[in-house]
Every structure is written in structure tokens, then in C-alpha cells.
């Protein structure tokens, strides 16, 4: 099983890749993203053909994205231990995780 990659594309160049999921926080339209010590603007993130386009800049902010995750709580089993004596309860289980990117930031350079 390979996990989706997104291209960082700089003209026809391919100048990164990254991980699927984080496309989201470092490549979404408006971001200022960092590669090699050389900033580029977003311009265009094209999920289904795994390609994210950038232009070289010179900008005086970077950028940071604003989201929020959800934890809910599906299943427990509780286990009752010893670890060096001392009496613990410790949990395991299945969870549901949602992550929202709602959002970006722009911090100015002083």
C-alpha cells in the first residue's frame, strides 16, 4: 500500500514532495511555502492529480494554517495493571479523529 504524494511543482519542475495529508497545512493556495531555504506563494493545490503549483517569492510574512481536530471516543476496554507495584488502569479502544483546515494566517516579518 503506497500513500499518495503530492508534487510540489515550480514552473514544470518538480521541486518536493510531500506526504498526502500534509498538503492541507503546507501547500494550500496562499501559503508560503519553504523549500531548500527558497520561499514560493501557492498558487493552485489539485488534489486529485496529487500536484501543487508554486511561484518563487519574495514575501515579507509566512503563513501558518488554522484548523481544529475532533477526538470522540467510540470503544474502551479497561485493563487493570501493576507497573512497579503501583496499581494503574489503563485503556484501550477506538477513536474517530477529524481534522478541519479552516483557515490560514499570515504572521508579518519584523
Keep these: 500500500f503506497a500513500r499518495p504524494r503530492e508534487e510540489v511543482l515550480g514552473g514544470q519542475e518538480v521541486i518536493d514532495e510531500i ?3 500534509e498538503a ?4 494550500h493556495p496562499g501559503a508560503v511555502y519553504l ?3 527558497k520561499e514560493y506563494l501557492v498558487s493552485h493545490l489539485d488534489l486529485h492529480h496529487l500536484v501543487a503549483r508554486v511561484q518563487p517569492a519574495k514575501v515579507p510574512y509566512y503563513t501558518r494554517t488554522r484548523d481544529h481536530t475532533d477526538v470522540d471516543v467510540l470503544t474502551t476496554n479497561q485493563q487493570d495493571d501493576s ?3 503501583i496499581e494503574v488502569s489503563t485503556y484501550r479502544g477506538r477513536l474517530q479523529v477529524c481534522l478541519k483546515v479552516w483557515g490560514y494566517r499570515k504572521f508579518w516579518r519584523s
Excluded: A, L, S, T
Excluded at 24 to 27: E, L
Design 35 to 37: 523549500n531548500r531555504g
Design 83 to 85: 507497573i512497579d507495584g
Design 19 to 21: 506526504e498526502y495529508h
Design 24 to 27: 492541507f497545512f503546507m501547500v
